[in-house]
């Protein structure tokens, strides 16, 4: 398909290119040349949800880049009623370590809607990508001709015994499996890689914003700017414990003036999303502003003015907010926890907290010193350039790719 036929003036596709003045002329080459060896290849990613988390954010941006350089990369969403979505996040909880009732009904439901799904699909591509456990049974339904790759995103450090002895057989099926930290790697035989995801600085939510385009966001939402803003930028979700941001901020303003600020979405994979917002919303004030709603303008513009960024995170697989804010040179205080750990070097770049007054602390401390807010966002900023820009994440996925070429080879499709 020619997509550039008819093509709106204001649609350009981002393409490796429009990265060199970030990483260099010869980066942009290198990436390009391994992307010309499997140029034509078509690539699926199939995940359980177009916006709202992480993997949405990653996918609409990388499925884009992809194709801007040869490699037709199509995007697939599962669908599901809300009790299929309702298991799927009892399943995430129990991989990040909560304890789950793994009733054979429910396991029923489970594996039906997948099914449901894998009937839909018609997949016949050179590989295939899925994310998550939503979709992870599909493989069992396909007569497999090309290489799957399970792509986990959760923070797989203490997963649930039943939930993954039930889980297992299904991860078995595939060629490779990747994690975002070596600390999450399983016993298990397929090949495991680890790589971390990373942010696209063109996309809405990264990139530069002029004084008054902040202005104008913080505007809409009568968000007040006389006192320096705390913000964390999350889904509603227990993991991410916004309590605790509430907690330390109280602590926070016996010492400091500021306004608190929550924004979160609740994307369409996560039902139980509805119900941390709530209970959250109750505790909301003049200073302290609670959000929900999908405008990554908002989160680009709070990231910005922020004085400090939260990401008080007890389990977090890898943690883009946290990448988003420091690559606007945002101080961040983040949980010690998963792929925070991993992103921010304590002191350095960033602070790393464990609990509710640790965290109020590192707030305070950067409240009340300027300088020291410019030296850790100055660090933040060189370590997310470095290290999390896509055309990276591109890269290590063209790698990983390339590693299954022999395959492709022997059936004729590419090379040659
Ligand atoms: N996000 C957003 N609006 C919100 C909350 C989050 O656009 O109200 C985006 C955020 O900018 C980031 C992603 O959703 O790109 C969240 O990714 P992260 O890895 O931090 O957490 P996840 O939700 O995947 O656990």
């Known amino acids: 398909m020619d997509v550039s036929t008819g093509t709106p003036p204001t649609a350009r596709l981002t393409t490796v290119e429009d990265y060199a003045p970030l990483i260099g002329a010869r980066a942009v080459e290198r990436i390009l040349a391994k992307a010309a060896r499997l140029r034509d290849l078509h690539v699926v990613h199939i995940n359980s949800t177009y916006y709202g988390g992480g993997v949405a954010e990653i996918l609409s941006s990388l499925t884009l880049l992809m194709n801007a350089a040869g490699i037709p990369t199509g995007w697939r969403v599962i669908q599901g009623r809300p009790d299929f979505f309702s298991i799927t996040k009892k399943m995430h909880n129990a991989l990040q370590g909560a304890e789950i009732n793994l009733t054979e009904q429910k396991q029923h439901i489970y594996e039906d809607v997948v099914f449901e799904n894998a009937v839909r699909l018609h997949l016949g591509h050179d590989l295939v990508i899925v994310h998550d456990p939503q979709p992870l049974p599909l493989i069992r339904h396909f007569r497999k001709k090309s290489p799957w790759v399970w792509r986990c995103h959760v923070d797989l450090s203490k997963p649930n015994p039943a939930l993954w002895s039930y889980l297992a057989p299904f991860v078995e099926r595939y060629d490779a499996v990747v994690l975002s930290l070596p600390e999450y790697a399983q016993k298990i035989s397929p090949p495991q890689r680890f790589i971390m995801p990373a942010i696209n600085p063109f996309s809405t939510t990264n990139k530069e914003l002029s004084e008054a385009e902040i202005n104008d966001r913080l505007e809409h939402y009568a968000i007040p700017t006389d006192l320096p803003l705390i913000v964390q930028v999350s889904r509603f979700d227990h993991w991410k414990d916004p309590q605790g941001v509430i907690e330390a901020f109280?602590?926070?303003?016996?010492?400091?003036?500021?306004?608190?600020?929550?924004?979160?979405?609740?994307?369409?994979?996560?039902?139980?999303?509805?119900?941390?917002?709530?209970?959250?919303?109750?505790?909301?004030?003049?200073?302290?502003?609670?959000?929900?709603?999908?405008?990554?303008?908002?989160?680009?513009?709070?990231?910005?003015?922020?004085?400090?960024?939260?990401?008080?995170?007890?389990?977090?697989?890898?943690?883009?907010?946290?990448?988003?804010?420091?690559?606007?040179?945002?101080?961040?205080?983040?949980?010690?926890?998963?792929?925070?750990?991993?992103?921010?070097?304590?002191?350095?770049?960033?602070?790393?907290?464990?609990?509710?007054?640790?965290?109020?602390?590192?707030i305070v401390q950067l409240l009340k010193d300027p300088g020291l807010r410019r030296r850790i966002g100055a660090k933040a900023r060189e370590s997310a350039g470095a290290r999390f820009l896509m055309t990276r994440l591109m890269e290590d996925w063209l790698d990983l790719i390339g590693s299954f070429e022999p395959h492709f080879r022997l059936r004729g499709d590419v090379g040659a």
């Open 250 to 362: 109280r602590i926070v303003r016996k010492e400091v003036d500021a306004t608190l600020v929550l924004v979160g979405n609740v994307a369409t994979d996560d039902p139980e999303g509805q119900e941390v917002f709530q209970s959250i919303c109750q505790q909301a004030e003049e200073r302290i502003r609670v959000l929900s709603v999908q405008d990554s303008a908002l989160v680009n513009a709070l990231q910005r003015r922020a004085a400090v960024v939260v990401q008080k995170s007890i389990r977090e697989g890898f943690g883009l907010t946290v990448t988003e804010a420091m690559w606007k040179g945002t101080p961040v205080v983040g949980g010690k926890a998963g792929g925070i750990r991993h992103q921010i070097e304590d002191g350095s770049n960033g602070f790393l907290v464990e609990t509710v007054e640790q965290a109020a602390q590192r």
